[in-house]
T-cell receptor
Framework: GIQVEQSPPDLILQEGANSTLRCNFS?????LQWFHQNPWGQLINLFY???GTKQNGRLSATTVATERYSLLYISSSQTTDSGVYFC????????????FGTGTRLAVRP | EAEVAQSPRYKITEKSQAVAFWCDPI?????LYWYRQILGQGPELLVQ????????DSQLPKDRFSAERLKGVDSTLKIQPAELGDSAMYLC?????????????FGQGTRLTVV
């Protein structure tokens, strides 16, 4: 099956700093989503981004499908950004399910 | 804003007991998924429904797990008997396909502890 790897696995930032999270996938995909898992375990949708670039406030994401990677940018980080960030991909060959990456655990210090 | 509803939020059960989780997807979402997330890992699919039909249960441990979505709306996931290794977060998601693709939305999850 498809492999989805994220980097870095862990990241500590000072409040106000910027960061880039990366998601690499091993095969072509139909869809790609970025999620933030908060400390209570809920997965919050950040971006639905099978290709191109999107921005939402301090967050933006870019997916280059032909090169099989996606990037999530966090600017001016806040303590509420802490948690685990997952990218997840959907392949047509494996149905509609999402295959999740390994996650990046982010801690933003005040 | 429409949400995926799950209950209970937390469940502690003794091994060998039965446990059930409930999910109500976003209205109009024909596809419903149950995922299991072990601590420190990403969620993995257990079962996928399209309306009331199972379309993928290849990763569901069928000797002890069962899932149903009788009327194609809400769904129940059951474990009987529970084992210590079943301790995990159980997440329900739903999705709707449009011309622009398919986006999945997750509920708050049920955190199961088997003691």
């Amino acid at each position: 099956g498809i492999q989805v790897e994220q980097s870095p696995p862990d990241l500590i930032l000072q409040e106000g700093a910027n960061s880039t999270l990366r998601c690499n996938f091993s095969d072509s995909v139909n869809n790609l989503q970025w999620f933030h898992q908060n400390p209570w375990g809920q997965l919050i949708n950040l971006f639905y981004i099978p290709s191109g670039t999107k921005q939402n406030g301090r967050l933006s994401a870019t997916t280059v499908a032909t090169e099989r990677y996606s990037l999530l940018y966090i600017s001016s980080s806040q303590t509420t950004d802490s948690g685990v960030y997952f990218c997840a991909v959907e392949q047509g060959s494996s149905g509609d399910k999402l295959t999740f990456g390994t996650g990046t655990r982010l801690a933003v210090r005040p | 804003e429409a949400e995926v509803a799950q209950s209970p939020r937390y469940k502690i059960t003794e091994k060998s007991q039965a446990v059930a989780f409930w999910c109500d997807p976003i209205s109009g979402h024909a596809t419903l998924y149950w995922y299991r997330q072990i601590l420190g890992q990403g969620p993995e699919l257990l079962v996928q429904f399209q309306d009331e039909s199972v379309v993928d249960d290849s990763q569901l441990p069928k000797d002890r797990f069962s899932a149903e979505r009788l009327k194609g709306v809400d769904s129940t996931l059951k474990i009987q008997p529970a084992e210590l290794g079943d301790s995990a977060m159980y997440l329900c998601a739903s999705s709707f396909t449009t011309g622009g693709g398919r986006e999945s939305f997750f509920g708050q999850g049920t955190r199961l502890t088997v003691v």
